[in-house]
């Protein structure tokens, strides 16, 4: 089964500022990782798929990165409503699909 | 538009059994992938249950396996759990989620999720 560890937990950042999360697989992926947004009493929004491709409709301050076993979720500059609980998923070595725990990114 | 909506949740006791449902619309719904997701109460996401397009393929997640049955009803539009044997540590909010296709590959991510139906399991 793939390990996914995310880090940090939570993240306190000021609208404005870069955030930039992190995802680890314990081990390869390839690129075979998505990223998913949630906020509290929602069901998860998919952001990004396949490492780096972003999901329709989603805005281009939300970047993906990495391949293998590193990845990184970078928003630019935060907006109000990026506030939230952000997960990575992968879906190379499957059954089982499995989830990092998450990074909250709370505001400052 | 795309719609997904589980019920089914409620309270039941250690060792009973519950029957979810996911109701769907807005898409070709035999032509995709579905999926069960839940999440504990204040804890992250964990996949439970995968079926094929057409029904003849189906995966567990191994907490659930032998325990859980997913199954479809293209004509119906309809996707179900059935949860037998339920346990404490099943208390979560249960997801039903498509597969989603990029460009017409499908992929094991999910691009529409229902809003979740709670079941809490407890004596």
């Known amino acids: 089964e793939v390990v996914l560890t995310q880090s940090p937990a939570t993240l306190s950042l000021s609208p404005g500022e870069r955030a930039t999360l992190s995802c680890r697989a314990s081990q390869s992926v390839s690129n075979n990782l998505a990223w998913y947004q949630q906020k509290p009493g929602q069901a998860p929004r998919l952001l990004i798929y396949a490492a780096s491709n972003r999901a329709t409709g989603i805005p281009a301050r939300f970047s993906g990165s990495g391949s293998g076993t590193d990845f990184t979720l970078t928003i630019s500059s935060l907006e109000p409503e990026d506030f939230a609980v952000y997960y990575c998923?992968?879906?190379?070595?499957?059954?089982?699909?499995?989830f990092g725990g998450g990074t909250k990114v709370e505001i400052k | 538009q795309v719609q997904l909506v589980e019920s089914g949740g409620g309270v039941v006791q250690p060792g009973r059994s519950l029957r979810l449902s996911c109701a769907v619309s807005?898409?070709?719904?035999?032509?995709?992938?579905m999926y069960w997701v839940r999440q504990a109460p204040g804890k992250g996401l964990e996949w439970v249950a995968f079926?094929?397009?057409?029904?003849?393929?189906?995966f567990y997640a191994g907490s659930v396996k032998g325990r859980f049955t997913i199954s479809r009803d293209n004509s119906k539009h309809t996707l179900s759990l059935q949860m037998n044997t339920l346990r404490a540590e099943d208390t979560a909010v249960y997801y039903c989620a498509r597969g989603f296709c990029p460009g017409g590959t499908c992929s094991s991510y999910f691009d529409y999720w229902g809003q979740g139906t709670l079941v809490t399991v407890s004596s």
């Open positions: 807005g898409f070709t719904f035999s032509t995709y992938a």
């Open positions: 998923q992968q879906r190379s070595n499957w059954p089982p699909l499995t």
């Open positions: 079926i094929s397009f057409d029904g003849s393929n189906k």
